[in-house]
């Protein structure tokens, strides 16, 4: 999505978008219809043209200032909403490139947040859904999977007895930063000096006889075991 230009141009096919701005972009993390994105302020668009769906209104949460702004959807962007200039003057954005902070202001109330360091090299690990073959010199699109929604959930269950927008942010964003303590979507592997194994020296471990299981139950343990070898928890 991206904020619509009072004094600009949009259509349902293209929109033009023009500002006098050089400077780079820069993120912040912010609730936009009770969703948890970054955002991206844009000081630095020159002439561009965007394949727009439809003008909706957006309720954005910046600290303890609730702000709204008419938006564009459109079909391609770099990130998952820009706000640009007519945000910035509405909301008499403040930015202090030297202490990496934005401030917006709304009825004499001002409020400072910091800006996102390195967004651009946050990175996800994942897996693809189905086996692909590439030929080669061909570029194709593929499906993946990517477990970040139980994170997500983990860590806002975790702070929300943290009332204090602010606090409750800054303690998000670095929990964020850790997400593997907090991924329960995969086994994960301890790395330790001592030998996992248990010495029997000339005594066999004992045997006995397995219980009966239903056939869905050995589905199961063999879906558990596969699971197991993969993530190298166990060797076959």
């Not at 302020?41 to 957006?58: G, N, P, Q």
């Not at 910035?88 to 902070?101: C, G, H, M």
Request: with cysteine; net charge positive; hydrophobic share 40%.
């Amino acid at each position: 999505m991206r904020e619509a230009l009072v004094n600009g141009v949009a259509s349902n096919i293209l929109y033009n978008n023009s500002s006098i701005f050089n400077t780079s972009l820069l993120y912040l993390t912010a609730l936009v219809n009770n969703q948890t994105m970054k955002v991206m302020i844009d000081i630095a668009d020159s002439h561009t043209s965007i394949f727009v769906y439809v003008e909706v209104k957006l309720h954005i949460t910046m600290g303890d200032i609730q702000a709204s702004i008419g938006a564009l959807i459109v079909k391609q962007l770099c990130t998952d909403c820009i706000l640009g200039i007519d945000f910035i003057n509405k909301y008499k954005l403040i930015i202090n490139t030297e202490d990496q902070t934005i401030s917006i202001c709304e009825n004499d109330k001002r409020t400072t947040l910091k800006i996102d360091i390195n967004s651009n090299n946050v990175r996800f690990p994942t897996r693809l859904i189905n086996n692909i073959r590439i030929s080669s010199k061909r570029t194709i699109s593929v499906h993946v999977s990517i477990n970040l929604s139980s994170v997500n959930a983990h860590i806002s269950t975790l702070i929300q007895h943290i009332t204090n927008s602010e606090q409750n942010e800054k303690v998000k964003i670095v929990l964020l930063q850790n997400t593997k303590l907090f991924d329960i979507s995969k086994p994960t592997i301890a790395l330790t000096l001592k030998p996992h194994e248990i010495k029997t020296l000339d005594h066999s471990p004992s045997i006995s006889k397995p219980y009966y299981s239903t056939l869905l139950k050995q589905e199961e343990m063999y879906k558990i075991t596969q699971e197991l070898l993969y993530f190298g928890l166990i060797c076959s």
